[in-house]
């Protein structure tokens, strides 16, 4: 199903000096040019009525644009058949539209069979891909709409618009309409599967939040006309305009921390002992430093925990393992600062161990994650890496 990225199309669908101008005279789009790669995840945000609904069902034909062309994979679509057209194209939109008189697995083979599949064969497409978005088939499958959660219902309509493998998915708000916990996890759900089924996808949401989360790169609307559009870590730090300035919001560095990656740089490195370095060693190489703990690994190099200098000081013999306090708050190389900044939150740890497989790298410091926070945005603004950009005070937390 997914797609060789290494021959990806830069503009798998092409918006081409497109214009849409309803009937009573109202622009909803402007002279629009754009380009999406194959394979990538674009969101559309911005305020209510700047047109982002009506670029998106242009891509099906269900609005026609008054001038202008846009191409799928090289080919104009004003000259495909709005049905085959839509056979290449997966829709999901906020109220899923799911047949209450359909069970689950039948809603979601409903393509298929419009392709003219065997019952049996869409049964199993569709039991395979209730899976793939994490309902279980046996479970939900023979179940009616109105017996699942909103949330179970939305994955419904994500499996259904997935279920003849098209290449291209549009989504209009489809997680708009539950609450913002199950819209997190369906978030993070459908960020994994993405990464397995490399879609090209269109996603429109008015929340800077999600378009940010979930977008490869974000298209902020003004009225009709794109702003910016670039990957969300530019838009955070460096956007393009003061209207989209004053559209990511004022708290545009605490959202950066989601999109900006734990990098070697970052990481400082306390002394090491292993579990069966004696106390006394222990207590020699924390002094050599002046650190007042030390991370301790196991015997195959993986993070254990740490051992504070006044246990190992105040101890007699014996060896680091009999005064070592288990550490679970880890995180791999190239997490974002947001999930270091609340696993130590939730470990009330004053670091958190990176590592890279089982290795350990170093630990993050919340002094360092300001710093790294900081860094970014500069590196973004003079597009720099992060790694280049002098910090003229770092301020000790
Ligand atoms: N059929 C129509 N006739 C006239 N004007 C329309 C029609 N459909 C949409 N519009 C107008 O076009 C503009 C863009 O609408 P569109 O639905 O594309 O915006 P949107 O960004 O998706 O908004 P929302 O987030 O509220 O769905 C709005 O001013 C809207 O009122």
Redo the contacts with the bound molecule.
């Keep these: 199903m997914s797609q060789p990225t290494e021959h990806r199309n830069e503009n798998f669908i092409k918006f081409d000096q497109v214009t849409k101008r309803?009937?009573?005279g109202?622009v909803?789009?402007d002279n629009l040019t754009f380009d999406v790669a194959e394979g990538e995840l674009v969101t559309l945000v911005?305020?209510?009525?700047?047109?982002?609904?009506?670029?998106?069902?242009m891509v099906n034909r269900l609005i026609e644009p008054t001038e202008g062309r846009i191409l799928l994979d090289g080919e104009d679509i004003a000259t495909v058949d709005p049905v085959v057209l839509r056979r290449r194209i997966g829709y999901v939109i906020q109220q899923v539209g799911l047949f209450p008189h359909k069970t689950i697995l039948e809603n979601t083979a409903t393509v298929p069979r419009l392709l003219g599949w065997q019952k049996a064969k869409g049964r199993s497409r569709a039991a395979e891909l209730l899976e793939l978005v994490g309902l279980d088939p046996s479970v939900h499958g023979d179940r009616y709409p109105d017996q699942l959660s909103g949330g179970q219902r939305q994955r419904v309509g994500v499996a259904r618009a997935l279920a003849a493998d098209p290449p291209v998915l549009l989504m209009?708000?489809p997680f708009g309409a539950v609450d913002p916990v199950v819209r997190e996890h369906l978030q993070n759900e459908f960020l994994r599967l993405q990464a397995e089924v490399r879609k090209t996808v269109l996603f429109?949401t008015?929340d800077i939040e999600e378009a940010v989360r979930l977008g490869d790169r974000i298209a902020v609307?003004g009225s009709?006309r794109i702003e910016q559009f670039d990957p969300p870590a530019k838009v955070l730090g460096a956007p393009a305009t003061p209207y989209v300035a004053d559209f990511v919001g004022a708290d545009r560095g605490l959202k950066r921390l989601s999109v900006t990656p734990i990098e070697l740089d970052d990481l400082e490195q306390p002394p090491l002992v292993r579990l069966d370095d004696t106390l006394a060693r222990a207590a020699e190489k924390m002094a050599a430093d002046e650190a007042r703990w030390a991370v301790v690994l196991d015997d195959r190099g993986a993070l254990h925990g740490w051992v504070s200098a006044d246990s190992v000081n105040t101890a007699g013999d014996g060896t680091v393992r009999d005064r070592a306090r288990r550490m679970d708050a880890w995180l791999p190389l190239g997490a974002p600062l947001k999930q270091a900044f609340s696993t130590m939150l939730q470990y009330d740890a004053g670091w958190v161990a990176v590592e890279e497989g089982e290795r350990f790298l170093g630990v993050l410091t919340p002094a360092k994650l300001h710093e790294a926070l900081r860094r970014s945005i500069d590196a973004e603004e003079r597009a720099i890496p992060r790694s280049a950009v002098e910090l003229e005070t770092v301020t000790d937390i």
């Excluded at 305020?47 to 009506?54: A, E, F, Q, R």
């Design positions: 309803y009937a009573d109202t909803a789009v911005g305020p209510s009525g700047c047109g982002k609904t009506t670029t998106m069902k209009d708000e429109v008015h609307y009709g």
